[in-house]
């Protein structure tokens, strides 16, 4: 029908030209700024730190909701409340290590204390959900599953808001990881350089996982083919429940960093950071996971820097307030020219 | 220990664990102001109470899978041990909120929470009461399954609508006092709720009409069924008009504060409708719906309102509405040409995206100029103007339910609803058989844009001001609640849907903290217990059930049970 394939090649045509449009503005933005040199070379530099600090944050939240959607071709949207889970946990994990005067001895050790609650905690709720809201929809028609997740995400956000009351609470100055760094002409806080080694260490830690263990290998073979998986003796039910485990612990990971950079937590802290991640994983190619993780770290630099260089030159006040716009931007920016990611497969869309 | 009993313990400790979260969120301890029977029950012992019923009654139940039905005194003694479990599992919550100080955690881990749960009588005496009582209401929620169906239905329907016209005394009382029926509310209401006599009356006449309806219902569904097929229209036209009169004359009825709120449910309607063509039809989950509203506020506040900041042209509300349209036409391209070759998942999360860049442009330095940032534009016109009565834009909302209704209705039945099944059903197949997804798509999307911007600029005109504020992912959730409650791509069931999740936390105020955890817990359980809606479309509910209807099928035909398949094909 040739009717139907120009109309087609309209809708292509359209979505080009916004997209062209949307790259043009973008970069001539850039000149601008770059000419008018209002941003110091140090600036720039901190923005830069403080990008990828904020990036290996989201890669954590990112892998997994790469992780899930590898295996069951599903977005975990409620993934975010894992991550806000961890964080609230290591909130009060952290005052009572604060109270009992531990985080003064030895910060280190309280540090990895206060990790590993979080992390505990996260798996939990993420095995919790599993159990509750996705298993017993398996195989139901896609709009389902995806329904549960949004009524969890709201679940597991307005407890913890009954839970633990509707205020931000903030870390009351805990000196954990405070002052600064060099490397040569590179200064950076201390808690971004924990922060993004922290994040680094745990990739790496996933990366052998997978690659390395049986209960890793087992993982591969499920995302390749659920059923063949089944037939050679996996239990595919228990490796589900692992990945979501896992997405679990990374998660909870990025919620005590997330605060470590912040230094507050709220029960809707884990609406933002969860899409964002989507995000982030969606550029890296969602089922990927180094995608996932190289995807965080660009997004967050990205979103560090791109106020400022993008929309500054224009002239355009208070730029920062619109960073949450070029996130999505980009989101969409992806979704139009390569909806599989920049390292994810084909097939996956 | 047997089956039975081992799932009747689980389903007492699920129980204690419904328990403790909602008294940990707070829901005990808030809800212990108002009386559900005056004087006897409050609505904070309420909780418990159904809690404790409804263990009772899930562990009697008869097993599903190992096809075990417990005997009569079984089934009590299931339900007597699950009512037990729970119980001393708050007994527990109770002496432990006393004993250890948890509130710089748990901020409703309060001592007044344990003495709620104690019934004020003390530590020793609380927890027995607790044990004992959690018994002895298993036993009564077991013993539903004892009793003939029929009674067993129309007693447990009974209670909890009983329960529901206690909830419903703060619009029940002022409606009957608007009447000048003073007697009756002093008789049925007091303390925010029902008088125990008002109690007994409510559920007598509940229970004995439900029973009439379950024994004797198939006789008047026949004689309906037998009428002749003009005199079947002629009942139906007179019930439409006895309902449209009721819409008319219901401002006058219920006075001005509850028209507020029928007015704010119609809004809902309207955005419930709009977002069932592009979900419930097309099966396009849009979580950005809030982007049509808040640009259908904005177009109608900048075009009619003397003070917006720009430029005010000071249309009356009429001669905005072609632009309003126009915008929505726009905005619903603009949203849809980018989603439009995305599957279900991405596109949610996309749409999602574009709700949440409105409302950050709406509040940002950038667009302030025009829409006013973060203060908003004010003085918006009312859509009556020779009428400045606070109820009047109900009449205009109501109008605009009705036309969005009837175009929904023959939306669905045309060649376009046809489409939109064919296409929600399967992508793939629906484009073999020569459908042009990507016109159908666009169409849904201008369409539900264009009902969202229009109930957009009725909010605008009716509450007079428009902030950034009210457009945030909060719209898009409860209209997505709602019509995934009322049942998709139904019409009687998104005016359900607007009633019970706008309506009744509107009235409600305990309610209203806790509305978007409710919200969740509504949307995770319709999709497990019953995800065609209260009011199901027939075509959805068959979707829905497709696979066990083909396993029952098996079964009918093999004599064989196929099992849950562990992995999903």
């Given at each position: 029908?040739?009717?139907?394939?120009?109309?087609?090649?309209?809708?292509?045509?359209?979505?080009?030209?916004?997209?062209?449009?949307?790259?043009?503005?973008?970069?001539?933005?850039?000149?601008?700024?770059?000419?008018?040199?209002?941003?110091?070379?140090?600036?720039?530099?901190?923005?830069?730190?403080?990008?990828?600090?904020?990036?290996?944050?989201?890669?954590?939240?990112?892998?997994?909701?790469?992780?899930?959607?590898?295996?069951?071709?599903?977005?975990?949207?409620?993934?975010?409340?894992?991550?806000?889970?961890?964080?609230?946990?290591?909130?009060?994990?952290?005052?009572?290590?604060?109270?009992?005067?531990?985080?003064?001895?030895?910060?280190?050790?309280?540090?990895?204390?206060?990790?590993?609650?979080?992390?505990?905690?996260?798996?939990?709720?993420?095995?919790?959900?599993?159990?509750?809201?996705?298993?017993?929809?398996?195989?139901?028609?896609?709009?389902?599953?995806?329904?549960?997740?949004?009524?969890?995400?709201?679940?597991?956000?307005?407890?913890?808001?009954?839970?633990?009351?509707?205020?931000?609470?903030?870390?009351?100055?805990?000196?954990?990881?405070?002052?600064?760094?060099?490397?040569?002409?590179?200064?950076?806080?201390?808690?971004?350089?924990?922060?993004?080694?922290?994040?680094?260490?745990?990739?790496?830690?996933?990366?052998?996982?997978?690659?390395?263990?049986?209960?890793?290998?087992?993982?591969?073979?499920?995302?390749?083919?659920?059923?063949?998986?089944?037939?050679?003796?996996?239990?595919?039910?228990?490796?589900?429940?692992?990945?979501?485990?896992?997405?679990?612990?990374?998660?909870?990971?990025?919620?005590?960093?997330?605060?470590?950079?912040?230094?507050?937590?709220?029960?809707?802290?884990?609406?933002?950071?969860?899409?964002?991640?989507?995000?982030?994983?969606?550029?890296?190619?969602?089922?990927?996971?180094?995608?996932?993780?190289?995807?965080?770290?660009?997004?967050?630099?990205?979103?560090?820097?791109?106020?400022?260089?993008?929309?500054?030159?224009?002239?355009?006040?208070?730029?920062?307030?619109?960073?949450?716009?070029?996130?999505?931007?980009?989101?969409?920016?992806?979704?139009?020219?390569?909806?599989?990611?920049?390292?994810?497969?084909?097939?996956?869309? | 220990?047997?089956?039975?009993?081992?799932?009747?313990?689980?389903?007492?400790?699920?129980?204690?664990?419904a328990g403790v979260h909602v008294s940990l969120v707070g829901m005990v301890d808030?809800?212990?102001?108002?009386?559900?029977?005056?004087?006897?029950?409050?609505?904070g012992?309420?909780l418990p109470?159904?809690?404790?019923?409804?263990?009772?009654?899930?562990?009697?139940?008869?097993?599903?899978?190992?096809?075990?039905?417990?005997?009569?005194?079984?089934?009590?003694?299931?339900?007597?041990?699950?009512?037990?479990?729970?119980?001393?599992?708050l007994?527990?919550l109770a002496?432990?909120v006393?004993?250890?100080?948890?509130?710089?955690?748990l901020?409703n881990a309060?001592?007044?929470l344990a003495?709620i749960l104690?019934?004020?009588?003390?530590?020793?005496?609380?927890?027995?009461?607790?044990?004992?009582?959690?018994?002895?209401?298993?036993?009564?929620?077991?013993?539903?399954?004892?009793?003939?169906?029929?009674?067993?239905?129309?007693?447990?329907?009974?209670?909890?609508?009983?329960?529901?016209?206690?909830?419903?005394?703060?619009?029940?009382?002022?409606?009957?006092?608007?009447?000048?029926?003073?007697?009756?509310?002093?008789?049925?209401?007091?303390?925010?709720?029902?008088?125990?006599?008002?109690?007994?009356?409510?559920?007598?006449?509940?229970?004995?009409?439900?029973?009439?309806?379950?024994?004797?219902?198939?006789?008047?569904?026949?004689?309906?069924?037998?009428?002749?097929?003009?005199?079947?229209?002629?009942?139906?036209?007179?019930?439409?008009?006895?309902?449209?009169?009721?819409?008319?004359?219901?401002?006058?009825?219920?006075?001005?504060?509850?028209?507020?709120?029928?007015?704010?449910?119609?809004?809902?309607?309207?955005?419930?409708?709009?977002?069932?063509?592009?979900?419930?039809?097309?099966?396009?989950?849009?979580?950005?719906?809030?982007?049509?509203?808040?640009?259908?506020?904005?177009?109608?506040?900048?075009?009619?309102?003397?003070?917006?900041?720009?430029?005010?042209?000071?249309?009356?509300?009429?001669?905005?509405?072609?632009?309003?349209?126009?915008?929505?036409?726009?905005?619903?391209?603009?949203?849809?040409?980018?989603?439009?070759?995305?599957?279900?998942?991405?596109?949610?999360?996309?749409?999602?995206?574009?709700?949440?860049?409105?409302?950050?442009?709406?509040?940002?330095?950038?667009?302030?100029?025009?829409?006013?940032?973060?203060?908003?534009?004010?003085?918006?016109?009312?859509?009556?103007?020779?009428?400045?009565?606070?109820?009047?834009?109900?009449?205009?909302?109501?109008?605009?339910?009705?036309?969005?209704?009837?175009?929904?209705?023959?939306?669905?039945?045309?060649?376009?609803?046809?489409?939109?099944?064919?296409?929600?059903?399967?992508?793939?197949?629906?484009?073999?058989?020569?459908?042009?997804?990507?016109?159908?798509?666009?169409?849904?999307?201008?369409?539900?844009?264009?009902?969202?911007?229009?109930?957009?600029?009725?909010?605008?005109?009716?509450?007079?001001?428009?902030?950034?504020?009210?457009?945030?992912?909060?719209?898009?959730?409860?209209?997505?609640?709602?019509?995934?409650?009322?049942?998709?791509?139904?019409?009687?069931?998104?005016?359900?849907?607007?009633?019970?999740?706008?309506?009744?936390?509107?009235?409600?105020?305990?309610?209203?903290?806790?509305?978007?955890?409710?919200?969740?817990?509504?949307?995770?359980?319709?999709?497990?217990?019953?995800?065609?809606?209260?009011?199901?479309?027939?075509?959805?509910?068959?979707?829905?059930?497709?696979?066990?209807?083909?396993?029952?099928?098996?079964?009918?035909?093999?004599?064989?049970?196929?099992?849950?398949?562990?992995?999903?094909?």
């Amino acid at each position: 029908m040739p009717g139907r394939r120009s109309r087609l090649n309209l809708v292509n045509l359209f979505l080009w030209v916004l997209g062209g449009g949307i790259l043009a503005l973008a970069a001539w933005g850039a000149f601008l700024t770059l000419a008018q040199g209002r941003i110091t070379p140090s600036a720039w530099q901190s923005l830069i730190v403080s990008g990828v600090a904020l990036g290996s944050v989201y890669a954590l939240i990112a892998l997994g909701y790469t992780l899930v959607y590898g295996i069951l071709f599903m977005i975990n949207f409620a993934h975010g409340e894992v991550f806000m889970w961890g964080a609230f946990t290591a909130f009060f994990a952290a005052s009572a290590l604060n109270d009992a005067g531990v985080i003064d001895a030895s910060p280190v050790f309280a540090f990895l204390l206060v990790l590993l609650t979080a992390m505990l905690v996260s798996m939990v709720v993420a095995i919790l959900l599993e159990r509750v809201a996705y298993r017993p929809l398996r195989g139901a028609p896609r709009l389902v599953p995806l329904i549960t997740a949004i009524g969890a995400s709201l679940f597991l956000q307005y407890t913890a808001r009954g839970f633990y009351g509707s205020g931000v609470r903030a870390y009351p100055g805990f000196g954990l990881f405070g002052g600064t760094v060099e490397f040569g002409p590179l200064r950076m806080p201390l808690v971004d350089l924990v922060v993004i080694l922290s994040a680094i260490g745990l990739m790496f830690a996933l990366y052998f996982f997978i690659n390395r263990t049986r209960t890793g290998r087992a993982m591969r073979a499920v995302s390749e083919d659920k059923d063949v998986a089944a037939m050679m003796g996996i239990n595919v039910d228990r490796i589900i429940v692992t990945t979501f485990a896992i997405g679990g612990l990374l998660a909870g990971a990025a919620g005590i960093l997330y605060t470590l950079l912040f230094n507050q937590v709220h029960f809707f802290m884990g609406f933002l950071p969860g899409i964002k991640a989507f995000t982030a994983a969606v550029l890296g190619g969602i089922g990927n996971i180094i995608g996932a993780a190289l995807g965080g770290m660009a997004l967050g630099i990205l979103e560090q820097v791109g106020p400022n260089l993008l929309l500054t030159g224009y002239g355009i006040p208070s730029a920062n307030q619109l960073q949450d716009v070029i996130a999505f931007t980009v989101l969409v920016l992806v979704l139009i020219f390569r909806p599989s990611g920049f390292l994810g497969r084909k097939e996956n869309t | 220990m047997d089956r039975l009993m081992r799932r009747a313990l689980i389903t007492g400790f699920l129980g204690g664990i419904a328990g403790v979260h909602v008294s940990l969120v707070g829901m005990v301890d808030s809800f212990q102001g108002r009386d559900t029977i005056a004087d006897v029950v409050t609505l904070g012992s309420m909780l418990p109470i159904l809690i404790l019923l409804l263990v009772g009654w899930r562990a009697a139940s008869p097993m599903r899978s190992a096809v075990l039905t417990p005997s009569a005194g079984r089934s009590l003694l299931l339900g007597a041990a699950a009512g037990a479990v729970t119980g001393l599992m708050l007994a527990a919550l109770a002496i432990l909120v006393e004993v250890v100080n948890l509130r710089w955690i748990l901020v409703n881990a309060t001592p007044g929470l344990a003495e709620i749960l104690q019934f004020e009588q003390g530590q020793v005496a609380g927890s027995l009461i607790l044990i004992v009582g959690g018994a002895l209401l298993g036993t009564v929620g077991a013993s539903m399954h004892i009793l003939p169906s029929a009674v067993a239905r129309a007693l447990a329907l009974g209670f909890l609508l009983s329960v529901g016209t206690a909830l419903m005394e703060p619009f029940l009382g002022p409606v009957l006092r608007n009447l000048e029926l003073d007697a009756i509310e002093d008789i049925f209401f007091a303390g925010g709720g029902l008088t125990p006599i008002g109690f007994i009356l409510v559920f007598a006449a509940t229970a004995a009409g439900i029973y009439a309806w379950l024994t004797r219902g198939h006789q008047a569904r026949e004689r309906v069924a037998a009428m002749p097929a003009d005199r079947r229209r002629n009942a139906k036209l007179v019930w439409y008009g006895i309902l449209f009169l009721l819409l008319l004359a219901l401002p006058q009825l219920v006075g001005q504060r509850l028209s507020e709120v029928v007015g704010t449910v119609g809004l809902y309607v309207l955005l419930g409708l709009g977002l069932n063509i592009v979900v419930g039809f097309a099966g396009l989950l849009d979580l950005g719906y809030v982007a049509f509203y808040a640009v259908g506020a904005y177009t109608t506040a900048v075009l009619t309102s003397p003070v917006s900041p720009a430029f005010a042209p000071g249309l009356p509300f009429w001669g905005a509405l072609p632009f309003v349209i126009v915008a929505a036409a726009m905005i619903g391209l603009m949203v849809g040409a980018p989603v439009l070759r995305l599957r279900g998942d991405y596109l949610a999360i996309v749409t999602l995206g574009f709700g949440e860049i409105a409302k950050v442009i709406f509040l940002s330095a950038w667009a302030q100029p025009i829409v006013g940032g973060a203060q908003g534009i004010l003085s918006i016109p009312s859509p009556l103007p020779f009428s400045n009565h606070p109820q009047s834009i109900y009449y205009p909302i109501i109008f605009f339910c009705i036309l969005a209704a009837l175009a929904a209705t023959s939306l669905a039945s045309s060649r376009v609803g046809r489409a939109w099944n064919a296409m929600r059903e399967d992508e793939s197949v629906a484009e073999a058989t020569g459908i042009n997804t990507v016109r159908y798509k666009l169409l849904a999307f201008g369409l539900g844009a264009a009902f969202g911007c229009v109930s957009g600029a009725l909010f605008a005109a009716k509450i007079g001001v428009v902030f950034p504020q009210s457009f945030d992912i909060l719209v898009s959730i409860n209209a997505l609640a709602l019509i995934i409650l009322g049942g998709m791509g139904n019409i009687a069931g998104v005016v359900v849907g607007a009633i019970v999740l706008v309506g009744l936390p509107e009235l409600l105020r305990e309610f209203a903290e806790y509305r978007l955890l409710i919200y969740g817990a509504v949307l995770v359980a319709m999709m497990l217990l019953r995800p065609e809606g209260l009011l199901p479309n027939r075509q959805r509910r068959a979707e829905l059930h497709e696979r066990e209807d083909d396993e029952d099928q098996y079964a009918e035909t093999t004599g064989e049970e196929t099992g849950r398949p562990v992995v999903s094909t």
